[in-house]
């Protein structure tokens, strides 16, 4: 979170002494820090209970006191007796009291006990640590502490300490914030990162749990859409024309979502699958016939999961691969005992184990 900062412009007897650049505490004592950023913009328009503009501009310090601080904020009576804050009442002393007065410039509310603050501020010249407990800081000067020096060196009427000139803040309001375009950038692209890295962690959470959630296809009816986790030996399936399927490699390095029909060949890159020699990165998983949604499992390797195929798809899948592995360009017919008929096989390009 970024602190706003706004600055008083000073004028004594007319003659401008400079500006003050002030960073107000919001992330530690919002309310206050709020309270007194819209009295400097004077946003918040004229009050309904005083009838003046709830505005710090023309208002001036009516007490100073060398070697301890200089305050105003008295924009109703300007004599230190009023003051309002722009919720219409007093403000409750928020933060705990968290930061010390313990060094010059420090911005601190002025009152009259506990939990009667309104508008009426001070800035600290030298450290107050009597104040403590009592008034609540909320902001720092962080530009243009030798004009509150100036204030603080201003001839001041000894009976009640109001300076003999008029220091008046003639302009006051809120700085924007503007970056150098070289941090900008750096920003920019840091965020950028940021974005990627979190969508790349989303997609791969998605996957994970998508993959944990679907199941293998090895034997049954599919339906169109129905997604299905093919590796190149898992499955040759037969499945609907044009149906949509989403065919991933065993691996997890390579996810697809695509319109496939009888005949289609999908290169899943990365796959593992053995050949005749070496091991190969690359699969080739073919979309058999249009069979009603008919499944002819291939080849699993878990040893486990193979027990659980009956005897009758055993024998099926392994006339299967003997045909397949017979030639890469022969018509084959793939038995469907589901179907109870033969129906015609593709060709196919790739030798299977």
């Known amino acids: 979170m970024v602190n706003p900062r706004v600055f008083l412009d000073i004028d004594i007897d007319g003659h401008r002494i400079g500006r003050v650049i002030i960073e ?32 710090y501009r023309g208002s001036i310090f009516h007490r100073v006191i060398k070697g301890f601080m200089i305050q105003g904020g008295d924009f109703t009576r300007r004599d230190g007796t009023g003051g309002e804050s722009i919720y219409g009442g007093p403000l409750q002393d928020e933060g705990g009291f968290k930061r010390k007065h313990d060094t010059e410039g420090l911005l601190s509310m002025a009152n009259k006990g506990p939990n009667t603050s309104s508008s009426q501020f001070f800035l600290t010249t030298r450290p107050t640590p009597h104040l403590d407990g009592k008034h609540v800081v909320f902001g ?13 060196n201003t001839p001041t009427d000894e009976r009640n300490d109001r300076p003999v ?14 970056i150098p375009p070289k941090v900008l950038e750096q920003q920019k692209a840091q965020k950028a990162a940021a974005a990627a890295a979190a969508a790349a962690a989303a997609t791969n959470e998605k996957a994970d749990k998508d993959q944990g959630s679907l199941p293998t296809v090895r034997a049954g009816a599919i339906q169109i859409e129905d997604v299905i986790v093919a590796a190149a030996d898992t499955a040759v399936v037969a499945i609907p ?27 899943l890159q990365g796959a593992t699958r053995r050949t005749d020699g070496p091991r190969d990165r690359a699969a080739n998983v073919m979309i058999a016939q249009v069979a009603v949604g008919n499944v002819m499992p291939r080849r699993v390797r878990d040893r486990t999961q193979d027990r659980l195929l009956d005897q009758q798809q055993q024998r099926s899948r392994s006339n299967l691969q003997q045909r397949i592995a017979m030639s890469s360009n022969t ?17 196919t390009k790739a030798a299977v184990r």
């Open 331 to 347: 018509k084959l017919c793939v038995p469907y005992p589901d179907l109870g008929l033969d129906r015609p096989r593709l060709n």
């Open 165 to 178: 000139g008029i220091v008046m803040i003639t302009n006051c309001g809120e700085l924007e914030l503007r």
């Open 241 to 267: 024309a044009r149906a949509l399927i989403r065919i991933q490699d065993q691996s997890q390095s390579q996810k697809m979502t695509e319109k496939v029909g009888e005949g289609e060949m999908i290169d």
């Open 140 to 152: 720092r000067v962080v530009k243009g502490y030798d004009v509150v020096e100036k204030v603080e």
């Open 24 to 55: 107000l505490f919001k992330d530690e004592v919002p309310q206050t820090a709020e309270n007194f950023r819209a009295l400097c913009t004077g946003e918040k328009g004229v009050s309904k209970i005083s009838g003046v503009p709830l505005h």
